[in-house]
């Protein structure tokens, strides 16, 4: 009774670490890797505390204009409210610079989120 109860069990361990594959290329990954979006998140977070914010505005400019396409207009949303923080910054409004980037932040992960869909 053992040998059969063990040999039972080893067939349905192969069969499960051999299907494990095939299935893991169905599933869709929860997260798809977003690099650039998640910089720009973090370069937009370093211009709120920074004594120079245009830097890590222009850097979160660049991360979110390399990002792939598929944000459902977020993206672009967040580049409009990047651009309006960096001129507000020129202008030393730091209070209207803070709102931009406030905004493009959610927008950013409003984006993040469309494109996992």
């Known amino acids: 009774m053992k040998t059969k109860t063990k040999s039972l069990l080893v067939a349905l361990c192969t069969t ?4 494990t594959p095939v299935f893991a290329r169905t599933l ?16 937009l977070e370093e211009a709120k505390h920074s ?8 850097k979160a400019k660049d991360d ?4 792939k396409h598929n944000k459902h207009g977020e993206r672009v949303e ?3 409210q990047v ?16 709102t931009h980037i406030a905004a493009a932040i959610r927008d950013i992960r409003e984006g993040k989120h469309a494109a996992r869909k």
């Open 51 to 58: 004594k120079h914010p245009i830097v890590h505005l222009e």
């Open 16 to 19: 499960a670490l051999c299907a």
């Open 28 to 43: 869709k990954p929860m997260h798809t890797a977003q690099p650039e979006m998640n910089q720009a998140l973090v370069q």
């Open 64 to 67: 979110l204009q390399d990002a």
């Open 78 to 80: 967040a580049i409009k």
């Open 83 to 98: 651009n309006e923080a960096i001129a507000a910054a020129h202008k030393h409004n730091h209070k209207a610079m803070e």
